[in-house]
């Protein structure tokens, strides 16, 4: 299987817009010569740091500026998110991540609190997993050295289509935290949302970034938007399941050993449109009745789905390149 970070827009374009049975087929295929089809990993999201957040992203019910339901909390402490991973590791879940409503990580006493959660996590086993906004090379570096096996910072849209959803940071300030975050020899985990209102070009465009850079994330997050009442984006439609399909499969072709999460939006997606997103290559999901603030299918629904399908849930660290120290 060769490893492409050359792709242009034109030959992603071409795969994106194949009839989608072939196009699911396509996927499918690369996705069982590479990974066990019946394996789905199962992760779960805390929100350790909830709502007041500075930036002004459009879809995001924690972004201060808007009148959400969030309850905003400041930094949880570490017992109690150790606690969370405890119950996550029992009910199967393989990886734990902790997201922040930060703009950007501050060298300062939660930073601290957060270094230890990362120790404590990794110490029980689990791939553990932050997002926490941007991220300079040294702090990158101490996440590392607490243990910290994979770094969260989405992409979110194309480079074109950016500004009209965040105008507080740019496209260049999220790719150079993941250059730090590839630099410090942490996973990758970056991806976007779909149904913000980009066009099919921007989707395209967005896989094309990802897909070129110097390596692929180890784990690309297809989110569909979960629009919340007080964000800009409340009135956005839902996407099609085809949508969804579309964007999994072409990422699974073109990105063909990253772990493809079908992330948020599962709340209003059927098992058979689900099972879809599995067919066409996704192998990861989050788990647990929330994400990070909006609902999630409830965990006895998923265990449901697994059993319906076949599914099993994959084993932490498996298959993935070992990060050297
Ligand atoms: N504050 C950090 C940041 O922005 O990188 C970390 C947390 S942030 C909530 C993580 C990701 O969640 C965002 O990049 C976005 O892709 C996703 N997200 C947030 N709100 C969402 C929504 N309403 N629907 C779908 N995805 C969403
Ligand atoms: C990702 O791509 N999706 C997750 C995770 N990375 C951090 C977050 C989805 C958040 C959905 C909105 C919420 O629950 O607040
Ligand atoms: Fe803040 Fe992250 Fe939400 Fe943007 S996505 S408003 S940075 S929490």
Not at 140 to 168: C, P, Q, R, V, W
Not at 267 to 296: H, W, Y
Request: glycine share 6%; with cysteine.
């Amino acid at each position: 299987m060769t490893i492409r970070n050359d792709w242009t827009k034109e030959e992603i374009s071409e795969i994106f817009h194949s009839p989608v049975l072939d196009l699911i087929h396509r996927a499918g295929t690369i996705h069982r010569e590479i990974n066990d089809p019946s394996e789905v990993q199962v992760c779960t999201l805390l929100s350790v740091k909830t709502g007041g957040c500075p930036e002004d992203c459009s879809y995001c019910p924690q972004a201060a500026r808007y009148h959400t339901d969030v309850d905003v909390h400041k930094l949880m402490d570490v017992e109690e998110v150790l606690e969370n991973a405890q119950n996550a590791r029992d009910s199967g879940s393989t990886r734990f991540c902790m997201g922040a409503a930060w703009r950007e990580v501050r060298d300062n006493s939660d930073f601290d609190k957060v270094l230890e959660m990362v120790k404590g996590v990794n110490k029980m086993g689990l791939e553990v997993c932050c997002t926490l906004g941007m991220l300079t090379d040294e702090q990158a570096m101490k996440l590392k050295e607490a243990g910290l096996y994979a770094y969260n910072h989405n992409l979110d849209t194309s480079e074109e289509f950016y500004g009209e959803i965040i105008s507080t940071r740019t496209y260049d300030d999220r790719l150079e935290t993941l250059e730090n975050v590839r630099n410090a020899k942490i996973s990758v985990c970056s991806g976007g949302i779909i149904g913000m209102g980009e066009t099919t070009e921007d989707r395209i465009g967005m896989l094309h970034t990802l897909s070129n850079l110097p390596e692929h994330p180890e784990s690309v997050p297809v989110n569909a938007l979960v629009p919340v009442e007080g964000t800009p984006l409340e009135e956005q439609e839902k996407v099609s399941v085809w949508e969804m399909v579309r964007m999994i499969a072409t990422a699974r072709i073109i990105m063909p050993k990253a772990m493809v999460r079908l992330s948020a939006g599962r709340i209003r997606m059927t098992v058979e449109e689900q099972a879809l997103c599995f067919l066409a290559g996704a192998n990861s999901i989050f788990a647990g009745d929330k994400l990070l603030t909006t609902p999630n299918p409830e965990v006895d629904a998923d265990k449901k789905m697994f059993q319906t399908l076949n599914l099993r849930p994959r084993e932490a660290f498996k298959n993935t390149p070992i990060l050297s120290e």
